[in-house]
T-cell receptor
Framework: GENVEQHPSTLSVQEGDSAVIKCTYS??????FPWYKQELGKGPQLIIDIRSNVGEKKDQRIAVTLNKTAKHFSLHITETQPEDSAVYFC??????????FGTGTRLKVLA | DSGVTQTPKHLITATGQRVTLRCSPR?????VYWYQQSLDQGLQFLIQ???????AKGNILERFSAQQFPDLHSELNLSSLELGDSALYFC??????????????FGPGTRLTVL
């Protein structure tokens, strides 16, 4: 069936350290993988995305990698800051319209 | 501010009742998506509309229905409410809704509590 597993569910890092969140998808037809950041009391906000024909994408302190063979994709945040603390969701697009979301990772950046 | 608005922000009701959640997409966006987020759960895709027509359906219960009006705002109707329907309900919009070609912008959500 359609499924996106996300790990870890919670992650605490010291300010300045790196954080890595991993997702695994089940449907090999998935072709687009966005990452969202959700702050308390707000809706999810897209922070980075990657398409299936690309292996890595970087935007300042945030990067995403995709391994299509293993059906894994990961979010990497370097030089973490307290304002990075939030819940992060990965998602995989199946077909054209249907997004399957992971269960989220609560990231805490300790000052 | 994403430009997507949702009302009401909070809704408390009783089991068996019916409620309507409203969403106004960003100016220029033709596509609206509805999601349900239960406590400590990810986002469950419910349904998508594009320019007034239903385009995709996810795990939406038969007790739930939605529509998109000519002015592009959308309403999600939840009926015969059960305790398990308590959740955050998000609306998102995008320009076209073709997936991977444009970004989904999420509203602030409506928190539904069923007592």
């Amino acid at each position: 069936g359609e499924n996106v597993e996300q790990h870890p569910s919670t992650l605490s890092v010291q300010e300045g350290d790196s954080a890595v969140i991993k997702c695994t998808y089940s449907d090999s037809a998935s072709n687009y993988f966005p990452w969202y950041k959700q702050e308390l009391g707000k809706g999810p906000q897209l922070i980075i995305d990657i398409r299936s024909n690309v292996g890595e994408k970087k935007d300042q302190r945030i990067a995403v990698t995709l391994n299509k063979t293993a059906k894994h994709f990961s979010l990497h945040i370097t030089e973490t800051q307290p304002e990075d603390s939030a819940v992060y969701f990965c998602a995989a697009l199946k077909g054209t319209y249907k997004y399957i979301f992971g269960t989220g990772t609560r990231l805490k950046v300790l000052a | 501010d994403s430009g997507v608005t949702q009302t009401p922000k909070h809704l408390i009701t009783a089991t068996g009742q019916r409620v309507t959640l409203r969403c106004s997409p960003r100016s220029g966006d033709l596509s609206v998506y509805w999601y349900q987020q239960s406590l400590d759960q990810g986002l469950q895709f419910l349904i998508q509309y594009y320019n007034g027509e239903e385009r995709a359906k996810g795990n939406i219960l038969e007790r739930f229905s939605a529509q998109q009006f000519p002015d592009l705002h959308s309403e999600l109707n939840l009926s015969s409410l059960e305790l398990g329907d308590s959740a955050l309900y998000f609306c998102a919009s995008s320009v076209v809704g073709g997936g991977g070609t444009d970004t989904q912008y999420f509203g602030p959500g409506t928190r539904l509590t069923v007592l």
